[in-house]
């Protein structure tokens, strides 16, 4: 099933920083082959990896990152991740030029769109356009996780202080 | 929360027809605001169509789809669709140079990449690499519902009668 594609590897190394958390560098071989990551349970797949982040400067705050696509060399146009925040998490407050859908598989939480905060259970679909300000919290008992797909090659986040608009 | 980006809209509508089904013309006007689709039980969400087809040619049988994200002007590089296949469905064989991320929610299916065929349960996501021959199929009772994501601008898919490596 293997299938590197050399040409496209070295663009797909160009992608900024993952939105509200640290760059997801990529480590490991460059590999764009076929592959599917089981499901074990628990919100975990097996060959992926669950990256945890302490808060380090007030921005955000317990949440874990596993990427399903985009640290491994594939050259599709997106990143595929699974975003959990536990309860009293939320991400930086922050806004950039690259879009974010966020599709609800675990638990419910909170999306900051612009100037409105919006709830979100199971499958609820969020769409969050270029430069608007943007936050996701857990304000509930149990674990809020999602899927957050983003453009392979995107801006850096900038973090807000105070919303100005949406 | 409209925000309105007609630089980019026109590349969006630059996009080839969706891997094996037609292509999801866009009728509506296009908008890259924020949005959220609510899920409404029953794997379908306000505000997003379902969309049936019928076989023509034999290629594929007893598929929906529902455009997530894709139709409506977003700037993203990609789509998200949900793709729903009845019991004895299947999708056409066939292969391309963009890559399909599939993400099973809905009971389990089949997917056949290259020489190989793989079940697919809950959550279990595959990376199908460019230019690999596929196939989805539910050869079970239930339905086998998935979110199918793929680059926003991508190829037209050509069929395939026989696998001939991978």
Known sequence: MKRANPSN??????????CDWRSPRNKGARDDSNRIYRY???FRWSGVKTEKYKQKDG????????VLIGNQGETCKFHLRYFEIEPDGYSSLERHRHEHVVVCIRGKGKI???EKTYSLNYLDTAYVAPDTVHQLANP????FGFFCIVNAKRDRPKPVKKISGS
Chains 1, 2 share one sequence.
Not at 59 to 66: D, K, L, T
Request: hydrophobic share 20%; no cysteine; aromatic share 8%.
């Open 9 to 18: 590897t070295k663009k797909n190394s160009e992608h900024a920083p993952s």
């Open 40 to 42: 074990k349970g628990n």
């Open 59 to 66: 921005g955000w705050s317990a949440i874990s990152r596993n």
């Open 112 to 114: 900051r769109i612009g």
């Open 140 to 143: 509930y008992d149990e674990p």
